[in-house]
């Protein structure tokens, strides 16, 4: 799209506030979250994961194993943002279904190719240097598949039951999450800590192949999203990545600048809690293995049962009501419940289960509120870019930084009071959004941006 060529107000058609029937919205839900499950099924494993990983790629580093381990997790994140900048732009012009029919088979690729890998006993530094590319291959694809699964979710959803609908594109984070952790548990229960160590961590990375064979299956069996393909008959789609680049930095840096605000918050709390909570659990609380194991699948287990009940919520009061609840609330709540998980296994539940309820607000809206601060012509990309840098810097480092955190200061509460930081900044942020609830995609305004200067045709 050029500069003289209108970025602007074509009317949304009121009657194709859905435009497919359930049938194809259903495959549309399950093809997005199967996506979205076999990302976070690696980041999963990975966490769950971490001792086996130091064992076998860091070994003998003592404590500095761990940081290296965790550093590899961090640096694939790193790359994300390099994602973003290739598949965003390549998603609004050649489509969301091409873009993200790749990603799949390339981040679950790398993950089954982690379980083929030799060990530092047989390679030596070949070892930690062949985990750190696949890592790093992982998050360039990543860096494509949560922004286009997200708004592949959104452009096929209708605009009074976005959030409800979007919540399920969580409900694959959660399920990716509590399979890794499952197939650990069992793997380890079954085999012994020993033939885990030895052999039997690699497991759960070769699952990611046929998860990512059937995520690339339901995804192939659909039409691109109805609200792209309106944009690309009506000859509005950028022709180049130039263009598209241009148009965001240009006219939507603002909308920008909020979603990394509200980015922070959400990921350093997801990381956190997710991700370095095994390891803080076993290294700091001293607890046993499998029994952190349990408490992980059975909080998320519970979370996936609630996240669709809060992305309808969102739809009765707004996104925004949601988020503040969230943020206020984990703010307050992060310390309290960080000094009780030291108590025992029940103590770390309800810490868990108490700072997991106030996280959802947050989860079960992101792809029913992100995807609508951008215009269609760039929403790809500028969810992409904008989530993936921010991500980069607050999010995949979080479990490195916490640790870190603990271990010079010796404060087992850091990881608490580093969410708390993170609340702030999303609690400005949530103030300058726009409410994007019940808002049509189909046009290519901003919701609740009145004044925004554009091209004149």
């Not at 339901?218 to 008959?233: M, S």
């Not at 950028?238 to 939507?252: M, N, P, V």
């Not at 997710?274 to 076993?282: D, H």
Request: include cysteine.
């Amino acid at each position: 799209m050029s500069e003289a060529q209108p970025h602007g107000c074509g009317p949304a058609n009121p009657a194709e506030t859905s435009l497919v029937g359930k049938k194809v919205l259903r495959r549309a839900i399950a093809a997005s979250a199967m996506g979205n499950a076999t990302e976070w099924f690696d980041y999963g494993v990975y966490a769950v994961a971490a001792t086996y990983i130091t064992a076998n790629f860091f070994p003998g580093e003592g404590a500095l194993g761990t940081v290296w381990t965790l550093a590899t997790f961090a640096l694939s994140f790193l790359v994300r943002p390099l994602g973003g900048l290739f598949w965003g732009p390549l998603g609004d012009r050649v489509g969301r279904k091409k873009v993200l029919a790749l990603t799949i088979i390339l981040m679950a690729g790398s993950t089954f190719a982690i379980g083929l890998l030799p060990t530092h006993s047989l390679a030596g530094w070949l070892a930690p240097a062949l985990l750190i590319l696949i890592r790093m291959v992982q998050g360039f694809s990543t860096g494509g598949e949560y922004g286009g699964a997200a708004t592949f979710m959104a452009e096929y959803a209708p605009d009074k039951k976005r959030g409800f609908y979007g919540s399920f594109l969580e409900f694959g984070t959660l399920s990716g999450f509590a399979l890794g952790s499952l197939i650990v548990l069992l793997c380890s229960l079954i085999l012994g800590n020993e033939a885990m160590t030895v052999w039997g961590w690699r497991l759960p990375f070769l699952v990611a192949g046929p998860l990512g064979i059937i995520g690339m299956y339901l995804r192939n069996r659909l039409e691109d999203t109805p609200v792209f393909r309106e944009l690309e008959a009506s000859g509005e789609v950028e022709q180049r990545a130039g263009s598209t680049l241009k148009d965001l930095f240009r006219y939507y840096w603002r909308p920008m600048l909020i979603v990394a605000g509200l980015v922070i918050p959400l990921n350093v709390v997801n990381y956190t809690l997710l991700s370095y909570m095994p390891t803080y659990l076993e290294g700091t609380v001293r607890m046993d293995a499998n029994t952190v194991l349990t408490l992980m699948f059975v909080g998320q287990l519970g979370m996936m049962l609630i996240i669709p009940l809060a992305g309808a919520r969102s739809d009765k009061i707004g996104r925004k009501p949601m988020w503040f609840i969230s943020l206020i609330g984990l703010f307050f709540m992060a310390v309290p419940m960080y000094m009780v998980m030291a108590n025992g296994f029940w103590w770390a539940m309800l810490g868990f289960a108490v700072l997991g309820l106030l996280y959802l607000p947050q989860l079960a809206t992101i792809s029913a509120t992100f995807p609508a601060m951008f215009p269609t012509h760039v929403r790809y990309a500028g969810f992409a870019i904008t989530y993936n840098v921010s991500t980069a810097l607050f999010g995949g480092t979080a479990p490195m930084v916490n640790q870190l955190l603990v271990s010079s200061t010796g404060n087992v509460l850091m990881p608490a009071f580093y969410m708390m930081g993170a609340c702030l900044v999303g609690l400005f942020a949530v103030w300058k959004m726009p409410e994007t609830a019940g808002s049509s995609l189909r046009n290519m305004k901003i919701p609740g941006i009145k004044k925004l200067h554009l091209p004149v045709r």
